[in-house]
């Protein structure tokens, strides 16, 4: 699977994650919570150059969408990644508190959702 594929399915299935959340069905959250998992973790294999693929979700036109992949790229492309997340924690809902709590995970040292 080529980057590009691997980074829509990334976005594809963290939009389906909030998607599912919204509407109460954790069952089909967790599928796909999954997948985004499973994609980043393919991406990570490729090094760097499967992280900076990731950092094109930067300026996605779904807010959760950036989130998920600036949370998952604080390590990687911390700066850009922290912008993108400060910017979403702004805001108000489920994916702005989202955006909060891994900039507190970051700030704190806890975060760990790519160890390098």
């Known amino acids: 699977m080529t980057l590009e594929k691997l980074v829509e399915a990334f976005a594809r299935h963290a939009a389906a994650q909030t998607d599912a959340i919204s509407r109460g069905d954790s069952k089909t959250a967790n599928k796909h919570a999954k997948q985004v998992n499973a994609a980043f973790d393919k ?3 490729q090094g760097n150059s499967g992280r900076d693929a990731l950092a094109a979700l930067f300026t996605h036109s779904r ?3 950036r989130v998920k992949a ?3 790229l604080l390590r990687h492309r911390t700066e850009e990644a922290q ?4 910017d979403a924690a702004q805001g108000e809902g489920l994916v702005s508190f989202s955006a909060s709590e891994a900039l ?3 700030e704190e040292g806890t975060w760990a959702l790519d160890p390098g």
Do not use: G, P
């Open 70 to 72: 600036a949370a998952f």
């Open 104 to 106: 507190k995970r970051w």
């Open 83 to 86: 912008a993108v997340l400060k």
């Open 43 to 45: 991406l990570c294999a």
């Open 63 to 65: 807010l959760d969408v």
